[in-house]
């Protein structure tokens, strides 16, 4: 098992009159290769949950383990463990700040000790992955669309060889195309390297598009960690959460009230149009 979050709690403001608890008594098992999806509305803990993954939180109360360890121990490093559980943040451009995409991606490894040929060949390999032109190589990254800035955010963190992924909104503000370019590429990457991707996302249709597990927070707490389409079964606990359901699912919904006999379990395009194909004939 490569992560265990074991009855994690964490407090902003302790002490204090504005005292606020982000998560209470979280506990999750992330295997190895696993593609989790995390959701919940504004505020529910998510953020909070990803950054205690590789340490830039520490809980308030409870234990996280990473490979039998804890990530805590006065003995363990965290140094390690950053380049082993890589945090991709939702706006790239609070991780990218070389003079040149090439120069930014070899950030990582260079601080991992590397040598200068070795540094170099893992940030070429990276940025070949995500599928950026070579032409971008050195250029400033600010001067990059935001799809390929996030491209260039994902290979700083490919380039260290990550065993977990964890993305933060890694599609916000990108068009249709953007988003699944984007994710197919998150996608090949896990099938390729068979790592652990954590996917943050505001975007109940591509959660049910690519994830095998979905985490629901909500006020700091689990409420629902299943596999996506029991998850979206739970259509109007979700609804109260704040949250939605993929678009088809409603859409389901809306053909069986007008007086479709069809089924109304299906959370992505492929599976309402077998569904509809099967009523008609």
């Not at 804890?70 to 706006?91: A, C, M, N, P, T």
Request: charged share 25%.
């Amino acid at each position: 098992m490569a992560l265990i979050l074991d009855h994690v709690t964490y407090e902003y403001g302790r002490g204090t009159e504005l005292l606020v608890r982000a998560l209470n008594d979280v506990n999750l098992v992330i295997p190895d290769g696993q593609f989790i999806g995390l959701i919940g509305h504004t505020g529910s803990g998510k953020s909070t949950l990803v950054q205690h993954l590789n340490g830039l939180l520490a809980p308030t109360s409870g234990h996280i383990y990473y490979n039998g360890e804890d990530i805590h121990d006065k003995d363990f490093s965290r140094r390690r463990l950053r380049s082993k559980v890589g945090l991709v943040f939702q706006y790239p451009e609070h991780q990218l700040f070389e003079t040149d995409v090439f120069t930014d991606v070899c950030f990582g490894p260079k601080n991992l000790g590397l040598d200068r040929k070795e540094t170099e060949l893992r940030a070429y390999e990276a940025l070949k992955q995500v599928g950026l032109p070579d032409d971008c190589f050195y250029q400033p990254p600010f001067d990059l669309s935001g799809g390929q800035k996030r491209r260039v955010a994902i290979a700083g963190v490919l380039a260290m060889k990550p065993e977990v992924l964890v993305l933060d909104e890694p599609t916000a503000g990108l068009d249709p195309r953007g988003r699944d370019e984007i994710l197919g590429l998150v996608a090949s990457i896990r099938e390729e390297q068979n790592i652990t991707v954590i996917l943050v996302s505001h975007s109940m249709d591509d959660v049910a598009e690519y994830v095998d597990r979905v985490v629901v927070m909500n006020k700091g707490s689990v409420c629902f960690d299943d596999t996506p389409k029991r998850v979206f079964a739970h259509r109007e606990e979700l609804e109260k959460m704040g949250l939605s359901v993929p678009q088809v699912t409603d859409i389901m919904h809306a053909l069986k009230k007008a007086g479709w006999d069809v089924g109304t379990d299906a959370i992505t395009i492929e599976e309402a149009k077998e569904e509809i194909l099967r009523r008609l004939k």
